[in-house]
């Protein structure tokens, strides 16, 4: 199978520049699965709801599905994208699966970070696998990382592949991703994005490196910094499967349940 990540800048409110710039970088991609950044299509500092409205759509109907149907479509790959989801009056940060076959999974992003608090709804939809062609999907959205629970339950699920789509400005998630391959002995691709974002007296730098890691926590694929860059590399969805870390050592089935606070 082969997969990856597209890395670059979005605009802040600019939707048609966002979605003409992944429309360019996604052409003849030759992938199975591709991983964009968190809000993806819309930029990520607002204030308030107001801004977000404009560029806000409903998860499987409208404009935003539409054109992720069609790409998928065409380049015959299945795109993991974060957006903008808006559901009567409520406002989600959202990841959509989309298959070739216009299919749209959604999950709704459980960890919010900082003013996301008082501009979103906690997700909703719980950590949900899907299948696609012989691989099991797991989704999850940037913050989401600091809490090892987001990835293991995943896992628990039949997750081969983490698809992790991000706006990251910490600076630890991408050495902490390999830590969720080795504790889960699964695939993750953070999608990150790039660049500085301004609005009003706010303002974020974001930090790329997004990556692709191995069930054994190597590295297959990183970008730097600061490059727009689709990178995709091939697996085997399989090896995400054996579970063994030494031949008497499951990272699953040996856990002490009965001495973990929950």
Same mark, same amino acid.
């Given at each position: 199978?082969?997969?990856?990540?597209? @890395?670059?800048?979005?605009?802040?409110?600019?939707?048609?520049?966002?979605?003409?710039?992944?429309?360019?970088?996604?052409?003849?991609?030759?992938?199975?699965?591709?991983?964009?950044?968190?809000?993806?299509?819309?930029?990520?500092?607002?204030?308030?709801?107001?801004?977000?409205?404009?560029?806000?759509?409903?998860?499987?109907?409208?404009?935003?599905?539409?054109?992720?149907?069609?790409?998928?479509? %065409?380049?015959?790959?299945?795109?993991?994208?974060?957006?903008?989801?808006?559901?009567?009056?409520?406002?989600? /940060?959202?990841?959509?699966?989309?298959?070739? /076959?216009?299919?749209?999974?959604?999950?709704? %992003?459980?960890?919010?970070?900082?003013?996301?608090?008082?501009?979103? @709804?906690?997700?909703?939809?719980?950590?949900?696998?899907?299948?696609?062609?012989?691989?099991?999907?797991?989704?999850?959205?940037?913050?989401?990382?600091?809490?090892?629970?987001?990835?293991?339950?995943?896992?628990?699920?039949?997750?081969?592949?983490?698809?992790?789509?991000?706006?990251?400005?910490?600076?630890?998630? @991408?050495?902490?991703?390999?830590?969720?391959?080795?504790?889960?002995?699964?695939?993750?691709?953070?999608?990150?994005?790039?660049?500085?974002?301004?609005?009003?007296?706010?303002?974020?730098?974001?930090?790329?490196?997004?990556?692709?890691?191995?069930?054994?926590?190597?590295?297959?694929? @990183?970008?730097?910094?600061?490059?727009?860059?689709?990178?995709?590399?091939?697996? /085997?969805?399989?090896?995400?499967?054996? %579970?063994?870390?030494?031949?008497?050592?499951?990272?699953?089935?040996?856990?002490?349940?009965?001495?973990?606070?929950?």
């Amino acid at each position: 199978m082969k997969v990856g990540f597209l @890395q670059f800048a979005p605009k802040l409110f600019h939707e048609r520049h966002n979605l003409e710039k992944i429309n360019i970088m996604l052409k003849g991609c030759k992938a199975d699965v591709i991983v964009l950044p968190e809000l993806a299509t819309s930029g990520y500092l607002f204030t308030n709801q107001k801004e977000m409205k404009p560029v806000s759509a409903p998860a499987k109907s409208g404009r935003i599905a539409d054109f992720f149907r069609n790409i998928t479509a %065409k380049e015959n790959c299945a795109i993991v994208v974060g957006f903008l989801e808006k559901e009567n009056d409520n406002f989600y /940060n959202s990841q959509m699966l989309v298959f070739p /076959n216009g299919r749209i999974e959604i999950y709704r %992003k459980i960890h919010l970070f900082l003013d996301e608090k008082r501009l979103y @709804q906690v997700g909703d939809t719980g950590f949900n696998v899907f299948e696609f062609r012989g691989a099991k999907l797991g989704l999850m959205i940037c913050f989401d990382w600091i809490f090892p629970e987001s990835a293991r339950t995943l896992a628990l699920r039949g997750a081969d592949i983490i698809c992790h789509s991000a706006n990251l400005v910490l600076p630890f998630c @991408q050495k902490a991703m390999i830590t969720r391959s080795l504790e889960n002995r699964v695939f993750t691709i953070t999608a990150n994005r790039i660049g500085t974002e301004k609005n009003e007296t706010q303002e974020f730098t974001f930090t790329g490196i997004s990556q692709i890691t191995s069930p054994k926590g190597d590295i297959l694929a @990183q970008a730097t910094e600061d490059e727009e860059i689709l990178k995709i590399v091939e697996i /085997n969805p399989t090896d995400a499967q054996n %579970k063994f870390v030494t031949e008497t050592n499951h990272v699953l089935n040996d856990r002490r349940r009965e001495f973990y606070e929950i």
